[in-house]
T-cell receptor, first 117, second 113 residues
Framework: NAGVTQTPKFRVLKTGQSMTLLCAQD?????MYWYRQDPGMGLRLIHY???????AKGEVPDGYNVSRLKKQNFLLGLESAAPSQTSVYFC????????????????FGPGTRLTVL | DQQVKQNSPSLSVQEGRISILNCDYT??????FLWYKKYPAEGPTFLIS?????DKNEDGRFTVFLNKSAKHLSLHIVPSQPGDSAVYFC????????????FGSGTKLNVKP
């Protein structure tokens, strides 16, 4: 049981280039999330998905697109990367959108460190 | 404007002593609070949570206290161990809604042997 995995772990892009970050989970979770972490800012939600084929905007969605074609995968795309998108990106998943017990939570992947020059 | 704040970027504690990490929030609709622990090059991992119907939740060496009137929560680690050295994030949500977790900026704890 690998949990939540992210590909790649590191990437350097030039301004204007595009790329896709892949998140995969093997826990059969319905909900998946993409966050970015910046110094002094904590984690901020970019987009999330409540099930296969659905996506929704989070707190900071501009400049990103997502797709959830399969339940276990959640892709984050940058169409034209900008230096402001230099960050560490975390994917997370949860069983469902509402808490069922005191130990329900989101499970996080190890992160992707992206640098845009 | 951040709705969850951790005003101490770092904390250093001697092994065996108590570590107290603090978190403040501004949104009175928040009713579920969590602490996550993060080691370098890893994702955050769930540590402990508390619902607003409680003012204390304990799990081994970790205790979370919630003061709703002050909109303040704290994480106590007793006794602190070197392996506890990590960044700790608090997070909050409203109505148990996992779609909207709001995170603080984190506190880096260093437990000295």
């Amino acid at each position: 049981n690998a949990g939540v995995t992210q590909t790649p772990k590191f990437r350097v892009l030039k301004t204007g280039q595009s790329m896709t970050l892949l998140c995969a989970q093997d826990m059969n979770h319905e909900y998946m999330y993409w966050y970015r972490q910046d110094p002094g800012m904590g984690l901020r939600l970019i987009h999330y998905s409540v099930g296969e084929g659905t996506t929704a905007k989070g707190e900071v969605p501009d400049g990103y697109n997502v797709s959830r074609l399969k339940k276990q995968n959640f892709l984050l795309g940058l169409e034209s990367a900008a230096p402001s998108q230099t960050s560490v990106y975390f994917c997370a998943s949860s069983y469902e959108g509402r808490r069922r017990s005191s130990t329900d939570t989101q499970y996080f992947g190890p992160g992707t460190r992206l640098t845009v020059l | 404007d951040q709705q969850v704040k951790q005003n101490s970027p770092s904390l250093s504690v001697q092994e065996g002593r108590i570590s107290i990490l603090n978190c403040d929030y501004t949104n009175s609709m928040f009713d579920y609070f969590l602490w996550y622990k993060k080691y370098p090059a890893e994702g955050p991992t769930f540590l402990i949570s508390i619902s607003s119907i409680k003012d204390k939740n304990e799990d081994g060496r970790f205790t979370v206290f919630l003061n709703k009137s002050a909109k303040h929560l704290s994480l106590h680690i007793v006794p602190s161990q070197p392996g506890d050295s990590a960044v700790y994030f608090c997070a909050a949500s409203a109505s148990g809604n996992f779609n909207k977790f709001y995170f603080g900026s984190g506190t880096k704890l260093n437990v000295k042997p």
